[in-house]
């Protein structure tokens, strides 16, 4: 397997504009984690998925932050209208179901975003 | 509700003396406790974990890491360390009854060659 792929790796956008970032999860994995990653907060768990359906989203920052997941292979977190202070590195994560011995989570590369 | 404590932001050793990260956490049940690296612009990648059973976890690139339940402690160690082991290392923990893990502040490892 590849692993956990994220799309894209770079981000440039501009106040105001909307904002999509990619993730298909290993295949098998049906656990898939959203993070946010910045000097000032660390590492931020912002939502996470169970079989495709939000389980807890108690860390999404603002109603400006959604995400999905359509199927099992693929998620979408987006942001709309993005601001300077969402610039950061957003991880995607996915994993085993946590009460197996394989329960660690493996990340993607990273979404470096920009916002100016 | 769960926590993790890294008390250092930084640790600095020199190669080929032995290292230790410090971790601390809180859980409510028992805990799942990991270990993750992280180097310039990429993701993380895990190291090690504890689950159950022996107390010393021997995992990726030498390292260890010893579960202490009475000190809530999960203290990454290695007993040589290497110039190419300067990164950042993130504790993690998750409540065996739970689905979320919350990753500590991050310890930067500097080995000075």
């Known amino acids: 397997d590849a692993g956990v792929i994220q799309s894209p790796r770079h981000e440039v956008t501009e106040m105001g504009q909307e904002v999509t970032l990619r993730c298909k999860p290993i295949?098998?994995?049906?656990?898939l984690f959203w993070y946010r990653q910045t000097m000032m907060r660390g590492l931020e768990l912002l939502i996470y998925?169970?079989?495709?359906?939000?389980?807890?989203d108690s860390g999404m920052p603002e109603d400006r932050f959604s995400a999905k997941m359509p199927n099992a292979s693929f998620s979408t977190l987006k942001i709309q209208p993005s601001e300077p202070r969402d610039s950061a590195v957003y991880f995607c994560?996915?994993?085993?179901?946590?009460?197996?011995?394989?329960?660690?989570?493996?990340f993607g590369q990273g979404t470096r975003l920009t916002v100016v | 509700a769960q926590s993790v404590a890294q008390p250092e932001d930084q640790v600095n050793v020199a190669e080929g003396n032995p290292l230790t990260v410090k971790c601390t956490y809180s859980?409510?049940?028992?805990?799942?406790l990991f270990w993750y690296v992280q180097y310039p612009n990429r993701g993380l990648q895990f190291l090690l974990k504890?689950?159950?059973?022996?107390?010393l976890v021997k995992g990726s690139y030498g390292f260890e890491a010893e579960f202490n339940k009475s000190q809530t402690s999960f203290h990454l160690k290695k007993p040589s360390a290497l110039v190419s082991d300067s990164a950042l290392y993130f504790c993690?923990?998750?409540?065996?009854?739970?689905?979320?893990?919350?990753f500590g502040a991050g310890t930067r490892l500097f080995v000075k060659a």
């Open positions: 859980v409510s049940g028992n805990p799942y």
């Open positions: 993690a923990v998750r409540d065996s009854g739970g689905f979320k893990t919350i």
């Open positions: 994560a996915s994993s085993l179901p946590p009460t197996g011995s394989s329960t660690e989570a493996f």
């Open positions: 998925f169970n079989n495709n359906v939000p389980i807890d």
């Open positions: 504890y689950i159950t059973g022996d107390n």
């Open positions: 295949s098998g994995h049906d656990y």
